[in-house]
Every structure is written in C-alpha cells, then in structure tokens.
T-cell receptor, first 112, second 114 residues
Framework: QKEVEQDPGPLSVPEGAIVSLNCTYS??????FMWYRQYSRKGPELLMY????GNKEDGRFTAQVDKSSKYISLFIRDSQPSDSATYLC????????????FGKGTRLSVIA | GAGVSQSPSNKVTEKGKDVELRCDPI?????LYWYRQSLGQGLEFLIY????????KSGLPSDRFSAERTGGSVSTLTIQRTQQEDSAVYLC????????????FGSGTRLTVV
C-alpha cells in the first residue's frame, strides 16, 4: 500500500459544477496537508494548506482534513474551465523542511 | 529571479549517455528538492538539500543518480549511463523553512532516453 492514495481520474465535469477531489493516507503521523494544482507542462503550485483536522476555505476552494479517517478532500465550487488541471495532494509529518509525500494527482477537466 | 529556473526544459539523449539537469532556486530559500514525475506515477522524491546539512539521498533510485548543490544555491542532478526507464519530467523545488509556505516548483526538465 502506498502512503498516499489518490484516484488519478480523469474527471470531467460541466462548468459550474461542484468538484470533490480526495486522498487517503496510511501514515497517522501526517499532520500537514496541502493541495497543489499543476497545469500542463508546468510545475505544481500550492493551492491550499491545512494543519491537522478541520476545514479551510479560500474563495471557491475548501480543503477538509479528517485525521480519524485518514482522508482529505478538496472541494471546488462553481468550477470554471480555467480550473482544468491536475490536482495533487501532499502531506508531511514534520513542520520543518522535510520532503512532502505526494499523491499521484487527479486530472480534472471542466467543460464549458 | 522571481521563480525556480530549470534547464534545459527538454533533453533527448541516447541510452548510455550521461545527462546533467540544472536548477536555480529562489534566492533565500534554504531548502531544495528534486522530484521525478512519470506518467501514472505521480511525484517521486529523489533528493533534498537543507542549508549546509548533509543531503537526504534516500529517494535516489540507483547509484547512477547523484546531485550536488554548490554554495547553497544552484543544484545539478546528474544521471549516468541513462536508461529508457529514466525518461520522465524532473522537477526541482525550493522552499523557506516553514512547511506552510509550501514549495515553489520549476517547470521541470522533460528527459527522453532513446
């Protein structure tokens, strides 16, 4: 079992839909959780950061962490064609500079 | 510069040749990471540099892979005797000491071994 599991998709939704992206993990020591967005032929960019359990909202994006279930989610409301990208979850057990463990990424297409 | 710069952006090499990939991180970022991204495999950690500490090489897949970081800034990833399975996008990232700041990635070097 990999440390972080993420459904690779692809996921295709109509413009305006609510999108739910998810990751599960096996290491209970993980407490720092991130979502990165990667456009084609570009490097990933940080989208959301959450520490421990709970929710965090930023505009159309909401990140949720459920440590008891080892499950994290990213919700995108009112999805736009510009949201079409690959979304990667990432996590770490330590607050310092230690390598993040990434999921495989979910490819999302938002159709106008 | 404003971002992480990687060169070359694309590299095609013959099997058995050596290649060098370069990463120029953001000034002031103390940590530098190399990851490899293959189709369907996600981001695979390779190596991590933090300040003057010994690098964490735990992700290097074989002794054909090595990396150095000179003067706490520019880093070079070297792959010797390249194999077809080395074909991937090699991504470099740098970061400040706080985990919540996340990584800033370069656009990567797309390596194709023929």
């Amino acid at each position: 079992q990999k440390e972080v599991e993420q459904d690779p998709g692809p996921l295709s939704v109509p413009e305006g839909a609510i999108v739910s992206l998810n990751c599960t993990y096996s290491n209970s020591a993980f407490q720092y959780f991130m979502w990165y967005r990667q456009y084609s032929r570009k490097g990933p960019e940080l989208l959301m950061y959450t520490y421990s359990s709970g929710n965090k909202e930023d505009g159309r994006f909401t990140a949720q962490v459920d440590k008891s279930s080892k499950y994290i989610s990213l919700f995108i409301r009112d999805s736009q064609p510009s949201d079409s990208a690959t979304y990667l979850c990432a996590m770490s057990a330590n607050s310092g500079n230690t390598p993040l463990v990434f999921g495989k990424g979910t490819r999302l297409s938002v159709i106008a | 510069g404003a971002g992480v710069s990687q060169s070359p952006s694309n590299k095609v090499t013959e099997k058995g040749k050596d290649v060098e990939l370069r990463c120029d991180p953001i000034s002031g970022h103390t940590a530098l990471y190399w990851y490899r991204q293959s189709l369907g495999q996600g981001l695979e950690f390779l190596i991590y540099f933090q300040g003057n500490s010994a690098p964490d090489k735990s992700g290097l897949p074989s002794d054909r892979f090595s990396a150095e970081r000179t003067g706490g800034s520019v880093s070079t990833l070297t792959i010797q005797r390249t194999q077809q399975e080395d074909s991937a996008v090699y991504l470099c990232a740098s970061s400040r000491p706080r985990v919540e700041d996340g990584y800033t990635f370069g656009s990567g070097t797309r390596l194709t071994v023929v």
